[in-house]
């Protein structure tokens, strides 16, 4: 070969592992080792020339002179970039052939001098025919063989000059790294275009024997011994590669997972139906994905797994009063069920509704249900759920789709029979997605539920034995067809005495350990606790009572802070406006003395019992009632109806007949921007205007609620408990109740029937009788004429609603 000019260079070098770099080739190479890495820095600084030449032996990590080809190239960097571990991908492209004349060995990197190589670039007819020999050829390659991409044809087309054209083909090539180095050594470009095409036409031959072998083989193989060769071959392969095959892996552990799952006949088909469909799709692909999908799911849930355990009815109601202090009732429910189920092997599940204010410890109650019974526990937050997909689950058509909160409990608890608790029942909603309450029927019916159905899964789940427990504030927000399915166990508030304990027993103790404090470190009296609970809370729960001990907690630990671990702060109840600020309710709110047409009342809230004052005022008018306070209509409809009772009754209280049209009633309930209706207002509203209108002063240490109809009666109403409890706060001795409600006093802690009496009433003869220390002329009986009074027997009518919303 002749060489039109020669010119010697000085570069850094890297050797290549099993890669040859083609003059005009542009590929990304990764360089991990030290020397080579410093290579290509000193390259960067200079004229970002770099050489390349192939190791003969890839396994050397620090190859010599003689394990490095003499031919390589000349390459320019494009582009370099550093990797988190500390390699460098380069991006390089071929510029030119050069042969090694010696190394300079450098400290830190390899440096050799080499000669540029100017090939012989005169195109004559031979080496024409030469070119579109090889690129017919190569087009036909290219079609065969499907590892090189249908653009490397384009990419050869326009290309004119013999030696580029030859190292662009050369670059396609996927012959072993032997055969390219000795194109790259081959100098001459019409000798390297005849080696190519030898080498192509060798491969075609090659490439055409191997598709027909594969194609008379594949006819004649039968199906399950083509894929026994096939899965042997691959397992072979990857054996040789040290490679696996991680979509098989997975397939593989699914099964597995299939078979540990013990699922029942029906899910087990559906499973494997859906596992033939994903083994015969591409891993990558979305449909895999979502199949995938589905069978985790069927695989996690639950089917037979029972968490057993030996039920000792003791043990289980010292547990229960380990957590909680009081709410008799529901414990005695809980030991009740634990002794039907020690009875009964197998049971459907009870669902069970805690209805109370906020902080009685309904959402805690569960817990301990669950550690009573040996059983997981699962919480489920519905207040403000509003698509019924959150409880059935969206459809697999879905992107994204996901089983409901139902099923996603179960998952969690690992079992069929957990304690499920769905709290704040009452606080769902509806929309144009659905109705989850609706949804929900399903869910807490014991005959429904054992074939419960997710839209996700598509498949019947047993929910027979899930112990289902809801909570809710108000039990009137639950619709009537989901209250029907529950039973409603109703947790008042505690009264004074119980948060006194709760406090001494769970909460100091609870917020000193928050705090990092020691019992040395703080000392909470009974006095001090009392005060702060009747004058920095009033709740029917316990919240705002922790919340207040915390801060006492902060402050101590504060001084503790600053003097010592060994501070010592004893709290008494005169340091507690210092502490808390000043008291946030007054500590009796009791009328001093009696006022003419002022009457207190009770009131139930979802808090908890209130007193209500009514206040009644005369004044000139046109016989307007006038009625402020932002009372519903039912309320509204009482104070009408105590009216028309006191115009029918003028005779008795010494009024003239048309009293009412020369003057302007007003009733007004203070607090004006709270809500308030309900008929249990009725007696209180009758007996505030007999006061104003007759100038009697009603008594100021009684309190009462009852509805009150025209002729006279006094009907049941509801929150018995509730609003006794808050009159027991407030310190007063005497309550006027419907005589109907007497049936619900023992529900009543003993400890508040014994501090208060109880008048139980029929009519409002009686009402007044009590009311007023100043009397009235009533008739001899204490049951109105048969006339115009009613039956001594029960009208048979339901507990009225709540006087306050």
Known sequence: MSEAESQKVKLPMVPLRDIVVFPFMVIPLFVGRDKSVKSLEESMEENKNIFLATQRNAGHNDPSPTDIYETGTIANILQVLKLTDGTMKVLVEGVQRARINNFTERSEYVEVE??????????????????????????????????????????VVNI?????????????????????????????????????????????????????????????MERSQREFYLNEQLKAIQKELGKRDEFKSDIDELMAKIKKAKMPKDVHEKTMKEMRRLEGMQP???????????????????WKKVKSSKIILAEALKVLDEDHYGLEKVKERIIEHLAVMKLVKKMKGPILCLVGPPGVG????????????????????????????????????????????????????????PVFLLDEVDKMSMDFRGDPSAALLE????????????????????????????????????PQPLKDRMEVIRLPGYTEPEKLAIAEKFLVPKKI??????????????????????????????????????????????????????????????????????????????????????????????FGGELLSIEVVLTPGKGQLVLTGKLGDVMKESAQAALSYVRKRYAQFKLTKNFYQKIDIHIHIPEGAIPKDGPSAG???????????????????????????????????GGLKEKALAANRIGIKDV???????????????????????????????????????????????????????????????????QLN
């Open 114 to 155: 080499v000669t540029r190589i100017d090939e012989n670039i005169k195109v004559t007819a031979d080496v024409k025919a030469l070119m579109r020999s090889i690129e017919t050829t190569f087009e036909q390659y290219v079609k065969l063989n499907q590892k090189i991409p249908l653009e490397a044809v384009s990419a």
């Open 160 to 220: 004119k000059e013999p030696h580029q054209f030859a190292d662009t083909i050369a670059s396609y090539l996927t012959f072993g790294t032997q055969d390219k180095q000795d194109l790259l050594e081959t100098y001459n470009p019409a000798d390297r275009l005849d080696k190519i095409l030898n080498s192509l036409k060798s491969e075609m031959d090659i490439l055409k024997i191997e598709k027909r072998v594969h194609g008379r083989v594949r006819k004649q």
């Open 284 to 302: 990558m692909s979305a449909e895999a994905t979502v199949v995938r999908n589905y069978i985790d799911w069927l695989v996690d849930v639950p």
């Open 362 to 417: 309904k959402t805690s109650l569960g817990k301990s249900i669950a550690r009573a019974t040996g059983r997981p526990f699962v919480r489920v937050s519905l207040g403000g759920v509003r698509d019924e997909a959150e409880i059935r689950g969206h459809r697999r058509t879905y992107i994204g789709a996901l089983p409901g909160k139902i099923i996603q409990g179960m998952k969690k608890a690992e079992a069929l029979n």
């Open 443 to 478: 869910v807490l019916d014991p005959e429904q539920n054992c074939n419960f159905n997710d839209h996700f899964l598509e498949i019947d789940y047993d929910l027979s034995q899930v112990l289902f427990v809801c909570t809710a504030n108000v039990l009137e927000a639950i």
């Open 513 to 606: 350990a928050d705090h990092g404090l020691t019992k040395k470190n703080l000392s909470l009296s009974s006095k001090t606790l009392k005060d702060i609970i009747r004058n920095y809370t009033r709740e029917s729960g316990v919240r705002n009572l922790e919340r207040e001990i915390g801060t006492l907690c902060r402050k101590v630990a504060m001084q503790v802070v600053e003097k010592g671990k060994k501070t010592v702060v004893d709290i008494k109840p005169k340091q507690l406006t210092k502490l808390l600020g000043v008291a946030k309710f007054s500590p009796d709110l009791e009328r001093e003395d009696p006022e003419v047409g002022v009457v207190t009342g009770l009131a139930w809230t979802e």
């Open 683 to 717: 007696i209180t509203m009758a007996v505030a205007l007999i006061s104003a209108l007759t100038n009697n002063p009603a008594r100021n240490d009684l309190t009462m609620t009852g509805e009150v109809t025209l002729t006279g009666r006094v009907l049941a109403i």
């Open 736 to 802: 006027i109740i419907p005589a109907e409600n007497e049936k619900d006093l023992p529900e009543i802690p003993e400890t508040i029937r014994k501090q208060i009496t109880f008048h139980p009433v029929k009519n409002m003869d009686e009402v007044i009788a009590l009311s007023f220390t100043r009397g009235f002329k009533n008739p001899k009986k204490k049951t109105p004429p048969k006339k115009s009074g009613p039956s001594s027997k029960s009208s048979g009518r339901r507990p009225a609603v709540s």
